[in-house]
């Protein structure tokens, strides 16, 4: 039976790949292999047990270990929003990404063949991504704009390594739709940085939102959602209907389009019901998914 002190270590682990942030990228990838080849095979169920758990593991474990720092300045971590690990468990962490990534990496190289040679380019690139994000000498997380690029990435990759694996062809309709979701992907780490502006800066930590200050990056969040949501109608019916998605976004952030730097910190309020209003927007994405799906059987 194992101690309390090394059920508590596990849990730090696995508070450090935030679960409640897991569907962000295991449904990305799921969506696009199942609605491309409508098959559940083993390239389904590993890639999104993969994307679901060991890829937010790398992605925000290695965060958190490289940003310890920084983070004992910043009252939002030691919680759903970002683990606060003690130097202890900095090596386990970064042990049990790699070790829980590799078996899946293995099954899903062999799945793909040599049939996809595309679908090894994006994978690679967005493993890539998730370390160049936090290690030292890359630190992308820390070079203003390229910060909010590669975070989208990290969520939109999954999509891609999806419908490059599953052989999809590239329409505009689709592009469209990626480009939309980058453009969300955005949005989110923009507003997300707002409020890290004052303890980013006491850390001498460089982001967007330091780099341009809290009242723009909000804006700039605004437009892009709303660029989001113009993409969409571009797309095929009926994802059209899911430009009116990026309201509910407009409305939750709206209120902070004035926020100063000295009152970034207020922003919060805001991410947090931008974490709870992305459950509902899934939920109304994959109706419009399988709508889509029913129309095209």
Not at 61 to 76: H, I, K, T
Not at 238 to 245: D, E, K, N, R
Request: proline share 6%; hydrophobic share 55%.
């Amino acid at each position: 039976m194992r101690s309390a002190p090394a059920r508590s270590r596990a849990v730090q682990v696995l508070i450090s790949s935030r679960p409640i942030s897991w569907i962000n990228t295991a449904f990305p990838f799921a969506a696009a292999y199942l609605l491309t080849t409508g098959r559940i095979d083993v390239m389904f169920v590993v890639g999104t047990l993969f994307f679901l758990v060991p890829y937010n593991l790398l992605m925000y474990g290695v965060n958190d270990v490289f940003d310890y720092e920084s983070d004992l300045r910043n009252p939002r971590k030691g919680g759903a929003e970002g683990a606060l690990l003690d130097p202890s468990l900095h090596r386990t962490v970064v042990w049990a990404g790699v070790i829980t990534a590799t078996p899946c990496l293995v099954v899903m190289l062999w799945s793909a063949g040599t049939g996809h040679p595309w679908s090894w380019v994006v994978l690679a690139a967005s493993l890539f991504a998730v370390f160049a994000y936090s290690v030292p000498g890359l630190r992308f997380k820390e070079r203003p704009v390229l910060d909010s690029l590669t975070s989208s990435f990290h969520f939109v990759s999954p999509a891609l390594y999806g419908l490059a694996v599953a052989g999809a062809s590239t329409t505009p309709q689709l592009v469209a739709l990626l480009i939309a979701f980058f453009c969300w992907g955005m949005a989110s780490h923009a507003f997300g940085a707002v409020q890290d502006v004052v303890p980013d800066r006491e850390a001498g930590i460089a982001s967007i939102a330091t780099a341009f200050g809290a009242r723009a990056v909000v804006r700039l969040a605004l437009a892009l959602w709303a660029l989001a949501g113009v993409l969409m109608l571009a797309t095929e019916w009926p994802g059209p209907l899911a430009s009116l998605l990026v309201v509910p976004y407009l409305v939750v952030v709206w209120p902070f389009r004035s926020i100063d730097d000295a009152h970034s910190g207020d922003a919060n309020r805001g991410w947090r019901h931008f974490i709870a209003l992305n459950y509902g927007v899934g939920f109304l994405v994959t109706m419009l998914l399988i709508w889509w799906a029913a129309i095209r059987a």
